[in-house]
């Protein structure tokens, strides 16, 4: 597994993962399925549809764990503010 | 003059997104009447294509359009176009480099800037976008790509008139955030279903946007 989850207190790596993956596995459920995602594996970049990622997050490959990785630190940021942030000073942009 | 060289290999989906961007690059310099630019397309994006081509135009901003990893930046059907290695190096000396692939910013951007390269502006994790049509059929500006490659060729167009590295790094990030703003009060069903996705790419191609070497360098 390449998928490096935050620890958390009074949590093993293995839960938070799995608490990670069913996250993003539910926020993907409520996607458009005529999603189309571009990122670079150890293959080139490729595209993947909804019904492809589900699949690749599923099974903690490598595309399905950047994807957690990209949605999680997202999240992080959403939740200490950092995007507000920006979006408070849409104005000044 | 301002004279540029870009390498535009097109060869699958991805980067034949980045060929569509990069049509506007080209009209946009064109349109400044002081920048010229060569565009290595297809088959001739190669190291020993841009080699020559570098050796006989000497630009002083070089453009690298297609994958990467975090030692070396790939051309047509992935070849090797420029790596880490020492020989490759050498005719990115004393140019600006804007390389739009995956990586490239976490070692190879060091490495360039260590054997002269003025200054590098690139990604140190993994490049990435949403497209809402095929390359291959879609006409015009791809609106969901649009929020991910805008901001990202912004760096070569305000260099291309004139800006400093630093100024033009800068202005691509503002031209993230404005993305990150257009994705949050856009009322489009298709933008709104898909927003903490779009928002997420264009976050992590925000904070992994990296300029190396000397700011105030100009083209």
Known sequence: MNYQSYKRDGMNEADVITQEQEVVLA????????????VGTSEGTKSYTKKELIKHVGQLDEVGCEFIKTQMEFLRSFQNGEIADILASAVEL | ??????TDPGHDKATKHLSHWMLDILNHAKSLGDVEMSVLQGGDATQSKLTKMVEARNPSLIVLNGHGTQDLVMGFNNAILVSTDEKTLKIFAKK?????????????GAV??????????????KFEFYAEADPFTSTGKDRIASYFLDPANTVVKCLCEGDDARTA????????KKSLVAIYTSTDSYIATNRQFLAASVWKNLNSQTLLGDGAATV
């Open chain 1, 27 to 38: 926020q993907l459920g409520a996607a458009s399925p005529e999603l189309h995602f571009f």
């Open chain 2, 1 to 6: 003059m301002k004279i540029v060289v870009a």
């Open chain 2, 96 to 108: 600006i480099v804007h390389a739009l692939a995956c990586e490239s910013g976490k070692q190879l």
């Open chain 2, 112 to 125: 360039m800037i260590k054997f002269g390269t003025k200054a590098f502006v690139g990604y140190t994790e």
């Open chain 2, 169 to 176: 790094y800068g202005k691509s990030q503002d031209e993230y």
